[in-house]
């Protein structure tokens, strides 16, 4: 099978269940309570998913659109990552400057000799947010630059360089004020014309933009518990701060973004780039158990089998994550607008039926090879009226749907797609569980009961009848 033939049968397949993976990620938002989500598929140029779901405001009700800007937060490391290797590339910066000879302000501070690379790989020691970080809760302005070079020459240093992993956004902040004495511009100048034009965003930029005040989706407060009402948290400027979480950004607009870091795209770096930023620097791994991945300028990460690089963001009122694979090209970005949103959840669900579809298709594609025998190995086709919907009874909810040309059935209350799925299979005519080995009714038939219409009325799997959303609220009043 040839390259061009699988990319084919991925790009058809990603059509195919675009519609299943805005519904299951809208069922997702719902049923954690969030206010609003925005999620965008794409790969390689064709973006599949442009979902905007909820609100982007509960105090005023106003519907949340695919325009709506998101505080995109820690996502601004890897936009100030690029800033630095496009400085590296054009020879004004390298990886291993000690960031005191760049700010001579830290001469004589134990950061001093901290280097670039080591602030972009999180590996200086440098205090994550100053011994005051209520700048998170708007109890205070956020540090402007003067502050951050002070907390820097006060309290920088808690690790010595390389001794540990220590995540900063003191350290990202530092980044900007480097970016700013290197090319003699402000970090928002410099931004516009390394990201933004050469991309063509428009509704991407570094920092809280006051004349689009009305464009932003609104953040809101976390429930403490499950009743209680959110409320809405206003946008703030990070000032010197911007790069390390300043930046907002669309959903659709980070997948534009997030291409950029495929390997072949070399529209802001170069891939020799590319590689030194995806490459992990850092396996972060407390009492025998792993916390995460990072390499320089971005987040190093897997989701089942695909070894992915992103980043997450948290910004108060929003929590935003996005994924890129770099050699597939797929990338699948999540925001949220809410301080305990489920982005991450989100996004890792929707690259995990992604690939569930994916590895059906290639399984249909390989069973229709020449030389299958026409009812050995050969799958049979999803039947034209097979019972694919949404169903509900006491225990829970349950999807059928065709994934890559196989039917599976899925609770799309759990966010582990591929942990729950259960595949549905054709044979000797009748829908069956698949006949494998399992603790709930593998090999027994689905049954399926139909009004004289042919309108799917109920359906039988695990052995319970369940019948679509709708009617089932109205059985039981719910």
Do not use: C
Request: charge should be negative.
């Amino acid at each position: 099978m040839t390259d061009d033939l699988t990319d084919d049968r991925t790009a058809r397949t990603l059509r195919t269940i675009a519609p299943y993976l805005a519904d299951w990620a809208s069922f997702q938002a719902a049923y954690h309570g969030m206010p609003g989500l925005q999620l965008a598929v794409g790969r390689r140029g064709e973006l599949f998913v442009d979902l905007a779901w909820g609100k982007a405001d509960l105090e005023t009700g106003e519907d949340l659109t695919s325009d709506h800007l998101f505080r995109v937060a820690s996502h601004s490391k890897t936009f100030t990552g690029v800033m630095v290797m496009q400085l590296v590339e054009r020879g004004e910066l390298r990886l291993d400057d000690a960031v005191g000879t760049l700010v001579p302000e830290l001469d004589g501070t134990r950061a001093a000799d901290v280097t670039v690379r080591e602030l972009l790989g999180h590996q200086g020691g440098i205090v994550r947010d100053s011994s005051d970080g209520d700048f998170w809760q708007h109890h205070k302005p956020f540090l402007d630059r003067e502050q951050v070079l002070d907390v820097v020459r006060a309290e920088g240093v808690v690790f010595e360089p390389n001794e540990h992993f220590k995540y900063t956004n003191i350290g990202y902040s530092l980044l900007g004020v480097v970016i700013e004495r290197v090319t003699g511009k402000t970090y928002d100048e410099v931004a516009r014309a390394a990201v933004v034009a050469p991309l063509g965003l428009t509704r991407t930029g570094s920092e809280l933009d006051p004349a689009r005040a009305a464009e932003y989706a609104a953040g809101h407060t976390g429930r403490i518990t499950h009743g209680d009402v959110r409320q809405v948290v206003p946008h703030v400027d990070t000032r010197a701060m911007a790069a390390a979480t300043g930046w907002y950004s669309t959903a659709r607009e980070m997948v534009r973004y997030g291409s950029s870091h495929v390997l072949g795209d070399t529209t802001l770096i170069s891939d020799a780039s590319k590689r030194i930023m995806q490459r992990e620097e850092s396996r972060v791994t407390v009492r025998g158990k792993e916390l995460g991945r990072y390499g320089v300028g971005i987040e190093v990460g897997r989701v089942g089998d695909r070894e992915l690089v992103g980043h997450s963001g948290g910004y108060p009122g929003h929590i935003t994550r996005t994924w890129i694979d770099p050699v597939d090209g797929l990338v699948v970005s999540a925001l949220t607008n809410a301080v305990d949103g489920i982005a991450g959840q989100i996004a890792n669900g929707v690259i995990q039926l992604i690939d569930l579809a994916l590895a059906a298709a290639d399984e249909v594609a390989a069973s229709a090879a020449p030389g299958k025998g026409a009812d050995g190995d050969r799958l049979a086709p999803v039947p034209d009226d097979a019972p694919v919907g949404r169903f509900a009874n006491l225990w829970g909810v349950a999807d059928v749907v065709d994934l890559g040309g196989i039917l599976h059935a899925i609770n799309p209350r759990s966010p582990q797609p591929a942990e729950v799925a259960q595949r549905l299979v054709v044979s000797g005519g009748s829908l069956l569980h698949e006949p494998v080995a399992g603790f709930g009714t593998v090999g027994e038939a689905v049954q399926v009961e139909r009004d004289a219409d042919g309108a799917i009325v109920s359906v039988r799997i695990g052995a319970m009848t369940a019948w679509p959303v709708e009617a089932y609220r109205s059985r039981t009043g719910r």
